[in-house]
């Protein structure tokens, strides 16, 4: 087990600094200089110049590399060009928005998408079946920032239940999360309506395995088969499903927050792109995917605790 | 046939039909602003409503399709393009070199959130179809590799390419001439699943500006045209909307029908 994971650690440190590499890069060989651009048009060159240095930005490229990769092992995150305030502070406030929106989310998923995968599993072939694979088919259909804007005109606008958008703060709990429910709703359907066919065809291929057959042969009726026998190891694939869910429901809250203004990673993002404040960008971005590949990395280690065989499959 | 395939079909080719009739005639001009017939709901003279600058929908939608499409098509294109020749190669020398070098580059592509390297390229190379195509078309190619490698994998050891290779035929040519054909419904399956995803990404991009750029229309934009006129009037929002709820669910229907016509042994792995 210690060697599977230490492998796996392996392979994880290499990833996330191929990634990082690519990510320098790519913000690297983005036209526009910072520096000139936050001093506007009728900049003096030597001013120009001076902030330059001032920033960092005359060192050669793989000075700067290191030196953020080094600050991102510590957690300092640099300064923000436009802000000049730490990048680190940004991304933890800006982070109390979109964790708790992307968790609320994968919690809805989940919870709408089980029941409707057991459901239509139980029932295949028959008319409840049906109906939950056709409403998974729209549902994977739909594009997410349009279902929400349906929600705002349904709930926000004609109904006046929730309110269109923003976010007031942790401060008063149950209205942040009241303010969070519409987009939660609206990250969680496309995601649950995969989640569900997952579900469903999981535990279709399990329920005609030899021991449900030996469980339903002892006596147990088909329900309990499924409910003692077959539900664990359906859940297995929808594990993996769960785990790389994250990531798209991380990136989908990115555009979400567009529509509801919510003060979140993604708004930061985008201010940060617009106003060509560089450092923010590569730092939140190697954020995301320092998330997914740990995520990815804990669902691994998950299954290989589960299920021995995986430890020695690669 | 399947009901749902037929369905599938019919959706994907209105849409194409629409995109490609909208070269040569539209309901009304795209371009043409006129303020005073602006937010007007579907009546007989524009079928589905006009938008805020008082352009006809039905003709935007349509312009529209040919943007979505166009991306999404050229975005498969690619993907396809380089990810099926690395696979075949990865495929015919399994363990060497390339085949691990492009299954780590695979892993690495799947490790990064894909919406949010679309959004950094298009942010820094500047928003617009052409760069939309690239940011959709990379996460493309390790998809195609990955399946083109694992299939082909399964014909290296089948007799009819041992004959071939007893008959003095390469590597390269007995994957040209015997495994790619062979793989033909596979890829046309996958290619129209990507091509769903991708009209998808492109709406999304083209939703926070960063995809096609005005006066070219694009379902993404009108949708985010009309998120501040929702409440005045909802078909501005309705109407595109659903264009591209029909279009993706036309192609994963025709994908799915495909995959279960073409081949019956993948009919249990559908998810």
Known sequence: ML???????????????VASLVIFLVVEVAPGDPASYMLGMNAQPDTVAALRTELGL???????????????????????????????????????????????????STLIALPA??????????????????????????????????LVLLFALKLRWFSAGGFPGWEQPLLALKSLTLPAVALALPQAAILARVMRSSLIDILSEDFIRTARAKGLSR?????????????IPVLTILGLQFSFL?????????????????????????????????SVVMLLVFAVIAVNFLTDMAYAIADPRLRHAR | MKPTLILGALLTLTFTLAALLS????????????????????????????????????????????????????AVGLGMGLGVPLGLAAAARQGGWLDELVMRA??????????????????????????????IGIFNIPVFARLTRGAALSFWRREFILAARVAGKGAPRISLEHILPNLANLLIVQGTIQFSLGILAEAGLSYVGLGAQPPVPSW????????????????????PGLAILLTVLGLNLLGDGLRDALDPRLRPSRA
């Not at chain 2, 490790?111 to 940011?135: E, H, Q």
């Open chain 1, 250 to 282: 991380l990136a989908g809250a990115i555009i979400i927050e567009q529509v509801f203004f919510l003060p979140g990673l993604g708004r930061l993002i985008f201010q940060s792109i617009t106003q060509r404040d560089l450092i923010v960008v590569e």
């Open chain 2, 23 to 74: 070269f040569l005639w539209t309901p009304g001009d795209v371009e043409a602003v006129n303020i005073a017939a602006r937010l007007q709901p579907p009546s007989v003279a524009h079928w589905l409503g006009t938008d805020h600058l008082g352009r006809d929908m039905l003709s935007m939608v349509m312009t529209g399709a040919r943007t979505s499409l166009a991306v999404a098509l050229v």
């Open chain 1, 58 to 108: 005359d060192l050669p490229k793989w000075q700067r590399y290191l030196a953020w990769l080094g600050g991102m092992l510590t957690g300092d995150f640099g300064t923000s060009y436009t802000y000049r305030t730490p990048v680190a502070e940004m991304v933890a406030e800006r982070i109390t928005v979109s964790l708790p929106l992307a968790l609320y989310a994968l919690g809805l």
């Open chain 2, 106 to 135: 695979n892993d690495l592509i799947f490790a990064f959130p894909s919406l949010v390297i679309a959004i950094l390229i298009t942010a820094i190379f500047g928003p617009g179809a052409l760069n939309a195509i690239l940011a």
């Open chain 2, 220 to 239: 993404g934009r009108m949708l985010a045209d009309a998120q501040t006129m929702v409440s005045l009037a909802p078909h501005v929002a309705i109407v």
């Open chain 1, 223 to 235: 329900r309990q088969a499924l409910w003692r026998h077959g539900l664990r190891n359906a859940l």
């Open chain 1, 3 to 17: 060697g599977y994971a230490l492998k796996r650690l392996t392979s994880l440190a290499v990833s996330l600094l």
């Open chain 1, 117 to 150: 995968g057991i459901y239509a599993a139980a029932r295949r072939g028959k008319a409840g079946d049906a109906g939950v694979i056709g409403a998974t088919q729209l549902g994977i259909a739909i594009p997410n920032f349009w279902f929400a804007m349906l």
